[in-house]
């Protein structure tokens, strides 16, 4: 027995086959490299077809496909709505996906925070927690909320998109489209404040001058002593713990986890990040809870994709 796993990023697919425990058999990951609305759509089609083949050349039945998307999935039509995907305010993916087996495959799909706090709770960071928040901070941020041990996803299915906390006011139509937070602290925003700076900055000679192109050229110069980048990276600190900080006092959790491409690098700031969230956290619920680092790193939703495949009628329970 295998089940199909599918991780929708803002840049990248990542597609594995689990065997029938939840292990990995086989990842592949292609960038989605500019391509928009059904172009990403066909790539999807023929990555999952090509899969599904794989599979059935190793003689692995798949009995399941699960889907991580970058967004809210719409169970009553089987659309997704990924904002940081131009074109898909509405995507049929589960019908796409449904013409490529037939209908014989059953195929589930969730947030990516959703499958990424699945995936820590059961096999990473949060395993043993009843109450636990993923922060995903990559080309978007979003969360995956655990509480009592089960998911909480709203009457839409859109709790946990935090990228759209108010951080700061007033409020600015730059936020519309993405979010206050987001904005300033997911991989997008590092690389638009970098930009900003750079070009207000008319004397700066420091490494950035010349190297940057994105989010993880900051966090290089960070480590080289550059200014600039420190500047930066404080204020997604600030950022980034007043958020913990708001999750901690509203959920009460054991542990909030952070992953998603940006965490990676930041890692070495949780603890900064801490000390910032003390500032603004409800005081008894912020010594309740320790901030860590996700145990799955990149692979998170795509556990939780073939999670979703492997216990789909436990989850809805």
């Known amino acids: 027995m295998a089940v199909l796993a599918i991780d929708l990023g803002g840049t990248r697919l990542a597609l594995a086959l689990f065997d029938g425990g939840g292990d990995l058999i086989l990842k592949q990951t292609v960038f989605l490299q500019q391509r928009r609305g059904t172009e990403v759509g066909d790539l999807i089609r023929q990555q999952t077809a090509r899969l599904l083949h794989e599979a059935g050349r190793r003689q692995l039945p798949v009995h399941g496909i699960g889907v991580s998307v970058p967004g809210i999935y719409r169970a009553q039509t089987g659309s997704v709505w990924a904002p940081n995907i131009p074109g898909w305010a509405d995507y049929p993916l589960l019908h796409e996906l449904n013409a490529i087996s037939g209908g014989e495959v059953p195929v589930h799909m969730d947030s990516d925070g959703a499958c990424c706090i699945i995936a820590e709770a059961r096999r990473g960071a949060a395993r043993g927690c009843r109450n636990a928040v993923?922060?995903?901070?990559?080309?978007?941020?979003?969360?995956g909320i655990m509480v009592d041990g089960q998911v909480l996803r709203g009457a839409g299915g859109s709790a946990g998109a935090v990228g759209w906390l108010a951080l700061d006011r007033p409020f600015d139509d730059r936020y519309s489209r993405c979010g206050c937070f987001e904005y300033y602290a997911s991989g997008d925003g590092i690389a638009r404040l970098t930009s900003e700076c750079l070009a207000a900055e008319a004397g700066y000679s420091g490494v950035l001058a010349s190297t940057f192109e994105g989010a993880e050229d900051v966090f290089a110069a960070r480590a080289a002593g550059d200014a600039l980048a420190e500047r930066i990276l404080r204020q997604c600190t600030e950022f980034w713990g007043m958020a913990a900080a708001n999750l901690v006092s509203l959920f009460n959790p054991e542990k909030i986890i952070f992953g998603g491409g940006v965490f990676g690098p930041a890692l070495g700031l949780?603890?900064?990040?801490?000390?910032?969230?003390?500032?603004?956290?409800?005081?008894?619920?912020?010594?309740?809870?320790?901030?860590?680092?996700?145990?799955?790193?990149?692979?998170?939703?795509?556990?939780?994709?073939?999670?979703l495949a492997l216990h789909a009628r436990s989850l809805e329970d």
């Open 270 to 307: 949780l603890g900064d990040i801490y000390s910032e969230a003390r500032k603004w956290a409800q005081p008894i619920g912020i010594g309740e809870v320790r901030f860590e680092g996700s145990a799955l790193g990149a692979d998170a939703a795509l556990f939780g994709a073939a999670y």
């Open 134 to 143: 993923f922060l995903a901070v990559g080309t978007g941020i979003g969360a």
